[in-house]
């Protein structure tokens, strides 16, 4: 998989568990920003642009912002590094702000479904998320062909993302 196509995959992913809860916190922003320069997950991406055709594409379609990412994911196959990846961005952005929202929980558990990494690799590499996840389940793969939200997801009004600027970050 093109490196550039994965990245804006990790944004997309950063972006929808920020957005999910409708509660845009300070310090998950500070977090996506430090994936991006300490680790490098975003790098060549301009954040401010991305973010912009999100918020408009979340304005557009709603929770159909989601439902585009999970169907994207599904027509990608990752190698097992990829899917760890996904995790963790997922992971730090849910953990952030110090607090899990019923939505982050819903969000990170459907995106676990799309990937094929095992729950032992899981949780060595990220220990106790039993919080937002039971790593003592099966795996449930949802099918190729399956994109549909559950039902009770929603997205809150985010209007206040309009005001995300990375590049009037700190550096």
Do not use: W
């Not at 982050?104 to 990937?115: G, N, Q, T, V």
Request: charged residues 40%; negative net charge.
């Amino acid at each position: 998989m093109d490196k550039d196509i994965f990245k804006r995959i990790l944004f997309k992913i950063a972006f929808c568990t920020m957005a999910c809860d409708g509660d845009i916190d300070d310090r998950e922003i500070e977090e996506i920003e430090l994936m991006g320069k300490k680790a490098n997950y975003f790098v060549d991406i301009d954040l401010t642009d991305e973010l912009k055709t999100l918020v408009d594409d979340f304005h557009k379609r709603g929770v159909g912002i989601i439902e585009k990412l999970f169907d994207e994911l599904s027509k990608v196959e990752f190698n097992p590094i990829q899917e760890l990846l996904i995790l963790e961005v997922a992971i730090r952005v849910i953990y952030a702000d110090k607090k899990v929202d019923e939505n982050e929980i819903k969000f990170f558990k459907y995106l676990r479904s799309k990937l094929r990494v095992p729950n032992e690799i899981i949780a060595d590499r990220f220990g106790d998320i039993s919080d937002i996840y039971d790593l003592n389940i099966q795996n449930k793969i949802v099918p190729k062909t399956s994109h549909e939200i559950d039902e009770t997801f929603e997205l809150p009004d985010i209007s206040d993302l309009k005001e995300i600027d990375f590049k009037k970050s700190k550096s």
